[in-house]
């Protein structure tokens, strides 16, 4: 098993400045919204702080050498952290697993799921680390 490699003090700083962003959205917005909607309030939010980010970053996926289909990342900010914005009851499994190729389709190495479907957002947070390329 590869032991689990933690993001660097920069990964860690670039993690807490999204988190107050995506605090800020859903203090003004609150839950009950389309995923949509809070994207958009992100790109606002990170666009005011200051923070480089692309939304809707495209990839494809590789089967033997041969692309065999195509996705969208919500949000990949400063070329490291991807964001993946959920308005979901809970988080489930596919959640994570969903993330997890996103970041392996990519080469990314730390990504976030966050759900504003949440009284307070803070239970809507996961982190979620890939150790494979």
Known sequence: MTPLREPDAAMKQ???????A???VHRALGPG???SVYREA???????RGIAFEQKRRFVVRYRETIVGKGEMDIVV???????LKTVERFAPIHEAQLKSYLRAGGYHVGLL????VPV??????R??????
């Open 14 to 20: 670039l993690t807490e400045a999204v988190i107050g």
């Open 22 to 24: 995506a605090i800020e």
């Open 33 to 35: 919204l389309l995923e």
């Open 42 to 48: 992100m790109v606002l939010e990170l666009r005011e």
């Open 78 to 84: 400063a070329s490291l952290l991807v964001v993946e």
């Open 114 to 117: 966050l759900n504003f479907n």
């Open 121 to 126: 957002l803070v239970d809507g947070i996961k």
């Open 128 to 133: 979620v680390v890939c150790t494979s390329p």
